[in-house]
């Protein structure tokens, strides 16, 4: 079986615990506005690799793990390739290598096929990366073009089987750094019993120069990241 990669890197320090090797997965159904890789949409534009490759050239960083790293898949969204996905944690998991899902959650469903797909995955992956990036579910389809309903549906059945979490919020400016909305996440989050950490991360605007390339225009022009004041209330209210 081969998947789709667009890129990856040797050296990743905030894709999970400790130094990891960080595999890019090519395609991604989201069309997030405020996106820095709209070039990871497309899966067709990645470069096939066996899953076997992609451990071989992840054990060659191996000594730079420490007891904590690992190898940590992120997008575009892995879950759309999930059967080349779990082959690679399993091979993964033959060499004792811990594993880190980084997803968005979209594709989720908990019907068929998909579902015992996914239940197989959770089987060789030792913690998932959930990015919930809108907790109200009109202003998630403004944001990113889908709905938000399966993907708190993924993060409270993570829940119920005790799969360790990490969530990611993104904090963009007039989209979802409303004080309601964040309370209502924290709300929505206290409901879970496997959340370890919680991530805000600041929007940027440093992925501009790659929508104008595409030729597409940029959904948020004149919407600045936001200040440090707002980034730190988010981490209160949220209890980063």
């Known amino acids: 079986m081969e998947g789709y990669i667009h890129s990856l890197e040797s050296f990743g320090s905030v894709d999970g615990p400790g130094v990891r090797y960080v595999i890019f997965f090519a395609g991604c159904p989201m069309r997030c506005q405020f996106c820095h890789n709209p070039d990871t949409w497309k899966m067709e534009a990645g470069t096939k690799y066996t899953a076997g490759e992609l451990i071989q050239k992840a054990l060659r960083y191996r000594t730079y793990w420490g007891k904590d790293g690992g190898i940590t898949v992120s997008g575009g969204e892995p879950l759309l390739q999930i059967e080349f996905l779990t082959e690679l944690f399993e091979k993964a998991k033959e060499e004792g290598i811990h594993t880190v899902l980084d997803t968005s959650g979209s594709p989720f469903t908990r019907e068929t096929p998909f579902f015992a797909d996914f239940e197989k995955l959770m089987k060789v992956t030792d913690l998932v990366l959930l990015d919930i990036k809108q907790i109200d579910e009109e202003q998630h389809r403004l944001l990113t073009g889908r709905t938000n309903r399966n993907i708190l549906d993924l993060a409270e059945y993570l829940s ?73 209330n988010a981490r209160n209210i949220l209890g980063c």
Do not use: C, Q
């Open 160 to 232: 119920e089987i005790g799969k360790p979490v990490w969530i990611r919020h993104v904090l963009v400016p007039e989209r979802n750094d409303d004080d309601r909305y964040l309370k209502r996440l924290r709300a929505f989050l206290d409901t879970l019993k496997n959340v370890e950490k919680i991530e805000v991360l600041p929007y940027h605007t440093l992925g501009i120069y790659k929508w104008k390339e595409l030729g597409m225009e940029y959904p948020l022009e004149g919407i600045d990241p936001p200040s440090r004041e707002r980034v730190e």
